[in-house]
């Protein structure tokens, strides 16, 4: 609750920050200080300090896992605004309220990691994308920014109808928001309208697989991604996907074995597709900005392992890959801002002319790869395993490693670019600040990847 | 004849022909006056069925926004002038046909929902719809949510002052 609290009351405080100082840099620091008030109040509170006594009527279950999930959020949005803060000041006059919203954004990802009930669900994702439709729209006088806007708030509006139709559904057969039902027993007056209980979740499935951009309802995502600003597309692409996971987990742990008959083909089906389309598109693209939007759709095929398996190792094993995803995406994209131009061979000879963005950059991208001794290895080994334990499912494994070594070829281009091949690549001026900050992300980076257990064991204690 | 029974058909005489006036009217922006009355007599429906916060909800959203927005779009798309009707004879036999399975349907449901047969509507009675009764519900059950939506709110605002400013 005190980090819901925090969180909403500090984007208060960013919002106010705009008024007393005009000076961006200042605003910026304002926020980076204000995400290690909030760190610092998650991490108290996950470990039962100075919680304040709230009833929330069940509506709200602060586990240690998504409070866990909060820190990681919280440290990446840290992380993200280290990094490419001073790109956000430059989107447009409003960096106070950017920050603000930010900030929005981080008390809707502390509700879904808590939820407990399908209104605070709704809420939840509200709160999380509202603030985006602002965000992807922010660069005004750009066509591309507004188009892409325009569609995320039509698409986004019409997913939620979805969600709340599903949402009715279900309360009808139910008679309360909780999350956890029975199915009507024989005899009662609903047991003729049990179907609804399926019915319903699949509406909501089909909503928060729109959210997360999974197969066949990720067709928003690249034109979004590619045309919101690219320090904003580094946010959504990171933090706000990762908490869908978290809430999408939350929904199907508690109903799959009910549902599981239900679920079976469906959610195989759509993993496979996420795979197939996010891994073979990206192949094509000559944009990076573009690749990595296809890029970030095929990750969301490997988390949604975490639904699919759904035991106690793939709920380690999302920890993980939200951390490594999101970690290793914001460093690509921060490196991407600064490039005069996005396409591959816009980092041609990136290695010569900035020799430390060009090993970050690899790192990263090893990371997203999944190549060993990086997180990114680790967190894919996590979903495979989880995946082999709870459901022997061996094509889904196989096929899961044939795409992830597709995606190899992808990623690798970009460091073939910056290796390999002649050119001058251009980039905005980068500060020392900057660099270091790389560096410690890619330290971050390869320490996850040799030791997961850094993180993983805060699960325990 | 009591004075409500006197006020429910009144207000269903008026719905039914306003609603019709909607579909005959030649311009689309009486259509869309028309229809505002429709839902000013629904409202007075639910105000009979003591069901104040559907009545109040429906004025301010139906009749108030949504009304507002169709307004702007026939004005945006300058359909003021009066438009010829459709002329194909085979989309008018279309929608005649679906509108009117629609209506079996819907007729049927009535007819056969044995819950609610040989019942009257609770007429000036019953507390369920009365907005005290809500708002109880709302500040004590329902507080945390409630609560929490003023986030959304508040960022929906400055989502529309980031979007409007110059």
Redesign the interface.
């Known amino acids: 609750m005190n980090t819901?609290i925090v969180s909403?009351l500090l984007?208060?405080v960013m919002?106010f920050s705009g008024i007393f100082t005009a000076n961006k840099t200042a605003i910026r620091n304002v926020a980076i200080v204000a995400l290690l008030v909030l760190l610092g109040v998650n991490i108290a509170a996950t470990y039962g300090c100075c919680n304040l006594n709230?009833d929330?009527?069940n509506?709200?279950e602060f586990s240690k896992f998504g409070m866990f999930f909060n820190s990681i959020a919280i440290f990446s949005t840290l992380m993200y605004l280290v990094l490419s803060g001073s790109d956000i000041v430059k989107v447009?006059?409003?960096a106070a309220?950017?920050f603000?919203?930010i900030f929005?954004v981080l008390?809707?990802v502390s509700?879904l990691s808590a939820y407990n009930?399908l209104?605070?669900l709704f809420?939840g994702v509200?709160?999380m994308t509202?603030?985006l439709?602002?965000l992807t729209?922010?660069d005004?006088k750009n066509l591309k920014s507004n188009e892409a806007s325009l569609k995320y708030f039509l698409m986004g509006s019409f997913s939620t109808g979805i969600m709340l139709m599903g949402i009715a559904l279900m309360y009808g057969v139910n008679g309360n928001f909780g999350i956890a039902f029975d199915v009507p027993a024989a005899g009662s007056p609903l047991q003729n309208y049990g179907i609804l209980l399926p019915l319903g979740l699949l509406f909501i499935f089909v909503s928060m697989a729109f959210k997360v951009s999974a197969a066949p309802f990720h067709f928003w995502t690249p034109d979004v991604y590619d045309g919101a600003p690219s320090v904003f597309t580094s946010f959504m692409a990171t933090i706000v996907k990762a908490a869908g996971f978290i809430a999408f987990i939350k929904l199907f742990e508690t109903h799959y074995f009910q549902l599981q008959a239900s679920w079976k083909m469906i959610l195989p089906l759509v993993i496979i597709a996420t795979l197939f389309i996010g891994n073979i598109t990206a192949v094509f693209q000559q944009s990076v900005k573009r690749m990595l939007a296809y890029s970030s759709i095929a990750q969301a095929g490997f988390m949604l392992f975490a639904l699919y398996s759904n035991n106690s190792f793939s709920k380690e094993g999302i920890l993980l890959y939200s951390a490594a995803y999101s970690l290793a995406t914001i460093g690509v994209f921060a490196i991407l801002i600064k490039m005069k131009d996005y396409t591959f061979e816009g980092y041609n000879g990136l290695a010569k002319t900035q020799p430390v963005l060009a090993a970050a950059n690899t790192i990263f991208l090893l990371s997203l790869a999944g190549i060993p001794l990086t997180a990114g290895f680790f967190a894919k080994y996590y979903m495979l395993t989880s995946v082999l334990q709870s459901h022997n499912g061996f094509i889904m494994v196989i096929i899961a490693v044939l795409f992830a070594a597709v995606s190899v070829y992808y990623y690798f281009r970009v460091i073939q670019s910056m290796y390999f091949k002649q050119g001058d690549a251009e980039t905005s001026a980068i500060s020392s600040g900057f660099k270091y900050g790389l560096i410690f992300l890619a330290a971050l980076i390869i320490l996850l990847g040799i030791m997961p257990n850094v993180l993983l064991q805060y699960l325990y204690f | 004849m009591n004075l409500i029974q006197i006020l429910f058909w009144l207000l269903s005489g008026l719905a039914i022909v306003s609603a019709l006036m909607v579909l005959i009217s030649k311009n689309p922006v009486h259509s869309v006056l028309w229809l505002i009355v429709v839902f000013f007599a629904i409202s007075g429906h639910y105000i009979l069925l003591n069901a104040q916060f559907l009545a109040i909800v429906n004025l301010i959203v139906y009749a108030g926004a949504i009304m507002v927005l169709f307004l702007f779009v026939i004005m945006l798309m300058n359909l003021g002038k009066e438009s010829d009707p459709q002329k194909n004879v085979w989309i008018k036999l279309a929608g005649a046909i679906s509108g009117g399975s629609l209506l079996i349907v819907l007729v049927s449901l009535v007819k056969q929902a044995s819950e609610i047969n040989d019942k009257e509507a609770l007429l000036g009675n019953g507390n369920i719809g009365l907005i005290g009764t809500l708002g109880k519900v709302l500040f004590t059950d329902f507080v945390v949510p409630f609560e929490i939506s003023s986030v959304l709110f508040l960022s929906a605002m400055v989502g529309a002052v980031v979007i409007g400013k110059k």
Do not use: H, R, T
């Open positions: 819901i909403a984007g208060v919002m709230i929330v009527k509506m709200l447009g006059d409003n309220e950017y603000a919203i929005f008390c809707g509700v009930s209104l605070m809420l509200e709160i509202i603030p439709y602002i729209g922010s005004k």
